[in-house]
């Protein structure tokens, strides 16, 4: 698998790389983040071993990774065509002004002019809702961004961290209008964030969104620097800010670190792998502090976990699920196949059927 190896996201022609670059660090400003510099290095590195697809916000270090993105395709004339590149709106950036952020029609179209300023660009590839505006009506979002596709401005949407039934409401009331409707959905995924496996990835692959999960190492949890063994290996203040992982958390990483030892790859590159094989996933956010910890991430691209493996990381990490998640997985078989395989899943036959032919 290369970052060239490229995926269609959800029920679009849209072409991306299995992996995109998250520009979440670039930018100095919470502390933590990476330099103009470094940041710039990530970028061209991603670019030289083929990646197609970048993803920022206009909250990411108050608009500076924006800006460095901006600022490097602008000093090299025809490249940013070549790129997918995905902002964010929801976030409000001016202090005291209601409508400064949100997923109103003001706020969303005075937010891509602002975006596409930073961006030094005419025109956005996905433009992601951040976050659920509860206070904003669904029709007027969808309309908003129909419009903008309409302009010019935006070419894709896309949905983040909303509940599955908003995501929902928003998919089929663009359908109904004719409008454009979003492509991909980004939501934390990982080993250690797997409850999206109940709602949301059903709903993504049901709707036509291409999963791109975030945080696949958990803020770095996965990374092979927290072990039962070494903990408190905490390098930067973004992981302080975060805390640390649980004894839960601990079995898993045990189990990873096993798994990773066993191919002969860093725990990070065995993650990413397991992410970037589940169902839905069109293409893995990764996210790196460091240059050298970006290539230790794209190795991932090498991995191909075994199904025993698969198997051995799913069952140390299994999630707890909302109702109804276990009924449908575990019931709604045995009650709905009579005892017949149905699309490869083999039922026993319902207890509550006592013959195998009905009686009345
Ligand atoms: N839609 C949303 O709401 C949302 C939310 C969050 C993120 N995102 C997107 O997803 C992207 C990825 O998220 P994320 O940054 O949270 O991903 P992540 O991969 O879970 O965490 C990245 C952090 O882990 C550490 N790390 C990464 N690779 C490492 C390695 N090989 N060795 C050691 N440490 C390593 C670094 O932190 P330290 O060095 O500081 O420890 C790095 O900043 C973001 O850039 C953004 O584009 C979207």
């Given at each position: 698998?290369?970052?060239d190896?490229?995926?269609?996201?959800?029920?679009?022609?849209?072409?991306?790389?299995p992996?995109?670059?998250?520009?979440?660090?670039?930018?100095e400003?919470?502390?933590?983040?990476?330099?103009?510099?470094e940041?710039?290095?990530?970028i061209?590195?991603?670019?030289?071993?083929?990646?197609?697809?970048?993803?920022?916000?206009n909250i990411?270090t108050?608009?500076?990774?924006?800006?460095i993105i901006?600022?490097?395709f602008?000093?090299?004339?025809?490249l940013r065509?070549?790129?997918?590149?995905?902002?964010?709106?929801?976030?409000n950036?001016?202090e005291?002004?209601?409508?400064?952020?949100g997923?109103?029609?003001?706020?969303?179209?005075?937010?891509?002019?602002?975006?596409?300023?930073?961006?030094?660009?005419d025109y956005v590839?996905?433009?992601?809702?951040?976050n659920?505006?509860?206070?904003?009506?669904?029709?007027?979002t969808?309309?908003?961004?129909d419009?903008?596709?309409?302009?010019?401005k935006i070419r894709y949407?896309?949905?983040?961290?909303?509940?599955?039934?908003k995501?929902?409401?928003?998919?089929?009331?663009?359908?109904?209008?004719?409008w454009?409707?979003?492509?991909g959905?980004?939501?934390?995924?990982?080993?250690?964030?797997?409850t999206?496996?109940g709602?949301?990835i059903?709903m993504?692959?049901?709707?036509?969104?291409?999963?791109?999960?975030?945080?696949p190492?958990?803020?770095?949890?996965l990374s092979?620097k927290?072990?039962?063994?070494?903990?408190?290996?905490?390098?930067?203040?973004?992981?302080?800010?975060?805390?640390?992982?649980?004894?839960k958390d601990?079995?898993?990483?045990?189990?990873?670190e096993?798994?990773a030892?066993?191919i002969?790859?860093?725990?990070?590159?065995?993650?990413?792998?397991?992410?970037?094989?589940?169902?839905?996933?069109?293409s893995?956010?990764?996210?790196?502090?460091?240059l050298?910890?970006?290539?230790?991430?794209l190795?991932?691209l090498?991995?191909?976990?075994?199904?025993?493996?698969?198997a051995?990381?799913?069952?140390?990490?299994e999630?707890s699920?909302?109702?109804?998640?276990?009924?449908?997985r575990?019931?709604?078989?045995?009650?709905?196949?009579?005892?017949?395989?149905?699309?490869?899943?083999r039922?026993?036959?319902?207890p509550?059927?006592?013959?195998?032919?009905?009686?009345?």
């Amino acid at each position: 698998m290369s970052l060239d190896s490229y995926v269609t996201l959800g029920r679009s022609g849209l072409r991306v790389s299995p992996l995109t670059l998250g520009a979440m660090t670039f930018g100095e400003d919470h502390g933590w983040g990476t330099s103009v510099e470094e940041s710039e290095a990530i970028i061209a590195e991603y670019l030289d071993r083929g990646g197609n697809s970048i993803d920022t916000a206009n909250i990411y270090t108050n608009g500076h990774s924006e800006k460095i993105i901006g600022d490097w395709f602008a000093a090299r004339p025809g490249l940013r065509d070549r790129v997918v590149i995905g902002t964010k709106f929801f976030a409000n950036l001016f202090e005291g002004d209601p409508n400064g952020g949100g997923a109103g029609r003001k706020s969303i179209v005075a937010a891509l002019e602002n975006s596409l300023r930073r961006l030094r660009t005419d025109y956005v590839d996905i433009y992601w809702l951040h976050n659920w505006d509860r206070t904003a009506p669904i029709e007027e979002t969808m309309r908003t961004l129909d419009d903008l596709v309409t302009a010019g401005k935006i070419r894709y949407l896309g949905l983040s961290d909303l509940p599955a039934w908003k995501a929902v409401e928003a998919q089929l009331t663009a359908r109904a209008h004719g409008w454009a409707p979003a492509i991909g959905l980004q939501a934390e995924y990982s080993l250690l964030e797997r409850t999206s496996e109940g709602e949301l990835i059903p709903m993504a692959q049901e709707h036509g969104l291409g999963v791109l999960p975030w945080s696949p190492l958990k803020s770095g949890f996965l990374s092979g620097k927290y072990s039962r063994h070494r903990a408190g290996a905490v390098d930067t203040l973004r992981s302080g800010l975060v805390g640390g992982p649980s004894e839960k958390d601990y079995d898993v990483i045990d189990v990873l670190e096993k798994v990773a030892q066993e191919i002969g790859v860093t725990p990070a590159a065995a993650a990413l792998a397991w992410v970037r094989q589940r169902p839905g996933v069109t293409s893995t956010l990764v996210g790196a502090r460091r240059l050298d910890q970006f290539r230790a991430n794209l190795a991932s691209l090498d991995v191909h976990l075994s199904d025993a493996q698969v198997a051995v990381l799913n069952e140390a990490s299994e999630p707890s699920l909302n109702f109804p998640a276990e009924n449908n997985r575990l019931l709604a078989p045995s009650l709905g196949f009579g005892g017949a395989s149905v699309d490869g899943v083999r039922s026993p036959v319902s207890p509550l059927l006592t013959a195998s032919s009905v009686r009345y």
